[in-house]
């Protein structure tokens, strides 16, 4: 049995061929009926003939409906009009089931589409999509391992928060309140001790009331903790990182990408090494160049971030933010008070963040004044805590939201297209 897209090549004309699909499209004129069948590699125009079957065969293909279920067996011919320039002459076949009316058709709203996205999932577009999905997620974990990180795992419930109390998801276990993770970061900080380089790939759950195109409750988190980083050394990996991801979906899912109508000149351009800029001075250039109202101390979000970001065609580092716009285990820049040693990595085309990271706090005492600044009780990152007292070691981490990257590559317009089953806070199925 082939798959479509590997008969479609010279090679094959002529030839017998056996293939298995849904039907994409059906028409019928006079004796001929026309089926596009498609399967998880690419569509291919089927002809039914009364020449090559008889009566019967005709009417029961003719009566088929979109998505019913068939395994075809014809002959190959080169069709320079048909869909993908080849076609099947079909000599014989098996239905597997014939539905009724698909209720997925042209011009739906985007609410029945999400009720139903367990059937929208079909479509070749968002077919498309979920292939280059698959080629981030496995070029992520090949970077990594080609520069030899471990990949490792952590817990989904967890006693402490990461970024702040007010974005947790609370759950009863057996008894006791915990959460679902906000982060691995901490889990992966204490595994640096013994493998210096992890990175996990992992669920995490943020109960933000965010309805933005670009925020999702669960989201697919790739992180990464690496011993004797620093900041700068940590963004050359990231900037290394993106570009190879973008390499490898140019490479793999050229194809797809024209489906889904992204310009793929656009991702051959991105270059590296991505131009850094301190948040001090991304406001007075936001201010005086774009002409928006941001000053020092302000947060970037998703609305700045856009307006910021139309204006590039690269993705930029932002570096040095305000220690008030950092969570607590950010390390302070000695040399400029008030400021941090992190980065954001803001993706072009207006997207905005997709990364980010920094230094981590490895002085004991400089940890504890943090959780006390942001009135935190250290008893319960007692487990963090002792990795400042046992060994402690200069290091860096960053966090990536894959889903971001993908709505960037692909050139999507909301992060929820992104995703078999996006999980906002007003969606929770299919």
């Not at 793929?264 to 928006?292: Q, S, T």
């Not at 317009?413 to 992104?418: R, T, V």
Request: net charge negative; with cysteine.
């Amino acid at each position: 049995m082939e798959k479509i897209n590997d008969i479609l090549s010279d090679n094959f004309i002529g030839k017998e061929a056996s293939i298995r699909g849904w039907v994409y499209r059906i028409r019928s004129s006079g004796k001929i009926t026309f089926i596009v069948l498609r399967d998880s590699s690419n569509i291919i125009q089927c002809i039914a003939s009364s020449e090559k079957l008889d009566e019967n065969s005709m009417k029961e293909l003719s009566s088929l409906t979109v998505e019913s279920s068939i395994e075809i067996n014809g002959i190959i011919h080169r069709e320079d009009r048909a869909v993908t320039g080849y076609e099947l002459l079909i000599l014989s076949y098996k239905i597997y089931e014939r539905n009724e009316n698909f209720p997925i058709t042209k011009d739906l709203g985007e609410e029945f589409l999400l009720d139903n996205r367990h059937l929208w999932l079909r479509s070749r577009e968002f077919t498309s999509i979920l292939k280059i999905r698959s080629t981030v997620f496995r070029a992520f974990a090949d970077f990594f391992y080609k520069n030899n990180y471990y990949q490792v795992q952590a817990p989904m419930f967890v006693s402490t928060a990461t970024e702040g109390g007010s974005t947790l998801f609370e759950v009863n276990y057996f008894g006791e309140k915990v959460n679902l993770t906000q982060s691995s970061q901490f889990y992966l900080e204490t595994l640096i001790y013994s493998l210096e380089k992890v990175f996990t790939v992992a669920p995490s759950f943020r109960a933000e009331k965010s309805r933005t195109r670009r925020h999702l409750s669960e989201y697919w988190h790739a992180e990464v903790e690496a011993a004797w980083y620093n900041n700068e050394d940590m963004m050359r990996d990231e900037e290394n990182l993106i570009k190879y991801i973008i390499d490898e979906v140019i490479k793999n899912n050229e194809n797809d990408l024209k489906i889904i109508n992204r310009d793929i000149n656009v991702l051959k351009n991105i270059k590296v090494p991505f131009e850094r800029i301190r948040y001090k001075d991304l406001m007075e250039k936001a201010k005086k160049d774009f002409g928006l109202d941001l000053k020092y101390g302000d947060d970037l979000g998703a609305d700045e971030e856009y307006n910021i970001m139309i204006h590039y065609n690269n993705p930029i580092f932002v570096t040095n933010y305000p220690e008030s716009l950092k969570t607590f285990y950010h390390r302070p820049d000695p040399d400029n008070p008030g400021e941090i040693l992190c980065h954001d990595l803001l993706a072009p085309e207006g997207y905005g963040e997709v990364v980010g990271g920094g230094e981590r706090i490895y002085n004991l005492n400089e940890l504890l004044d943090r959780l006390k600044n942001n009135n935190l009780n250290p008893d319960d990152y007692y487990w963090y805590v002792d990795l400042r007292r046992y060994g402690s070691i200069p290091h860096s981490g960053f966090g990536l939201g894959l889903d971001r990257v993908v709505t960037w590559i692909c050139g999507l317009s909301n992060i929820k297209d992104s995703i078999p089953y996006p999980r906002t806070i007003r969606r929770v199925k299919p």
